[in-house]
């Protein structure tokens, strides 16, 4: 639609402002062949190759595709933009907090199996086949007695534990359930870390396919604003004068 309008333009100043006369005693022209060389002129000057290479390459974008494209991997539409420096920041950003997860992640396990271990050596449970709300228990009761006696007085039939059973444990000091307990709060706590990273990188590719529909926005607006313009030329002609061209860019 914008060529058709400039070229529109361009044929209605041909057709609207008239050719300087020729001077006296001078045989003019076919006025056929004056035509031809405005018209040629006029493509030469303001023809579709030419508009088409003025319009910057990211316009070939729509906004959907670059929005996703960051939503999916941050920087990867900022690099369809040429957005050098915002595309670099994203995906240093992205690394940086899926490294920061591996960390978090990688510790807390390591401290599930110090602690898990530490129990097994101190208070004669197994190191595997419990859920985490045992783990927890055990932290918080020196004995499996002590438990029973807990639930007993909270009239909780259901939560009593078999003294000889698989979930029995004794600790052999207070200071190493207090040790073990420790390390069991530090380890749920790194893995809390990783969740709230993990919701960071959320934000980064939400941050990013906003940031690149921004800048896809901003980048047709500043186009737009450069093409607004009025180009007002005089193009030669065959004859001796020249036709006065006037192109509204929009």
């Known amino acids: 639609m914008k060529i058709f309008m400039q070229i529109l ?5 041909a057709g609207l402002l008239p050719a ?10 076919p006025s056929g062949a004056g035509q031809e060389s405005v018209h040629a002129a006029h493509s030469a000057l303001f023809g579709p190759s030419e508009f088409l290479a003025r319009l910057p390459r990211e316009q070939q974008e729509n906004d959907a595709g670059v929005f996703f494209k960051s939503l999916l991997l941050p920087g990867w539409g900022q690099h369809s933009l040429q957005a ?30 110090e602690y898990k271990a530490f129990a097994a050596m101190h208070a004669g449970v197994r190191t ?14 020196d004995s499996v007695e002590q438990w029973n006696d807990a639930a007993l007085s909270d009239r909780d039939i259901d939560a009593l534990r078999d003294p000889d059973g698989d979930e029995a444990w004794r600790w052999d000091s207070v ?32 941050i990013s396919g906003l940031h690149a529909l921004w800048l896809k926005r901003k980048q047709r607006r500043d186009a737009a604003a450069q093409q607004a313009r009025v180009d007002i030329r005089l193009l030669p002609t065959r004859q001796r004068g020249s ?8």
């Open 9 to 13: 333009l361009c044929l209605l100043a």
């Open 20 to 29: 300087s006369s020729a001077p006296a005693g001078e045989k003019n022209t």
């Open 84 to 113: 050098s420096r915002a595309k670099r920041n994203f995906i240093i950003s992205e690394l940086a907090l899926w490294g920061t997860v591996a960390a978090f992640l990688r510790y807390s396990t390591w401290l599930e199996q």
């Open 128 to 141: 595997d086949g419990y859920d985490d709300q045992f783990w927890v228990d055990i932290g918080n009761y």
């Open 175 to 206: 200071s190493n359930r207090l040790t073990f307990d420790n390390t069991r709060i530090a380890s749920d706590r790194a893995f809390e870390r990783a969740q709230f990273t993990i919701a960071a990188i959320i934000g980064n590719h939400i």
């Open 243 to 250: 036709r006065l061209s006037l192109v509204v860019h929009f």
